[in-house]
Nanobody
Framework: QPQLRESGGDSVQAGGSLRLSCVVSGFTTSYFCIGWFRQVSGKEREGVAVLDIDDGSTYYADSVKGRFTLSQDNAKNTLYLQMNSLKPEDTAMYYC?????????????????????????WGQGTPVTVSS
């Protein structure tokens, strides 16, 4: 059974950095789009950054461009999200998700509204709190 397991969430001060990890396991079919999403209680889940596995293309939400960076370690089946210059508005539960459809085949390259419906596989989330 496919599993995505996030870790690395923590409480930091504004301006600080964190690296989130997502370990992927159990896929018997290929997935082509994987990425990070976040949700604040009472608000819709939003896309943060996604990766097209086939060509390595990455797509970032405008709110994190220049601050967050995706990377992967294929040997460890792990996707990372390096988050720098963190802001209080980055506070959220962060989720890793994957899908068999390429990111670029989804609305807004997989970062649009309704992301929860665009991805079939989700992790349990890891919390990030940024204090001012």
């Amino acid at each position: 059974q496919p599993q995505l397991r996030e870790s690395g969430g923590d409480s930091v001060q504004a301006g600080g950095s964190l690296r989130l990890s997502c370990v992927v396991s159990g896929f018997t079919t290929s997935y082509f789009c994987i990425g990070w999403f976040r949700q604040v209680s009472g608000k819709e889940r939003e896309g943060v950054a996604v990766l097209d596995i086939d060509d390595g293309s990455t797509y970032y939400a405008d709110s994190v461009k220049g601050r967050f960076t995706l990377s992967q370690d294929n040997a460890k089946n792990t996707l990372y999200l390096q988050m720098n210059s963190l802001k209080p508005e980055d506070t959220a539960m962060y989720y890793c998700a994957a899908d068999e459809l390429m990111c670029r085949g989804k609305p807004d390259n997989g970062l649009g509204t309704g992301v929860i419906y665009e991805y079939d596989y989700w992790g349990q989330g890891t919390p990030v709190t940024v204090s001012s």
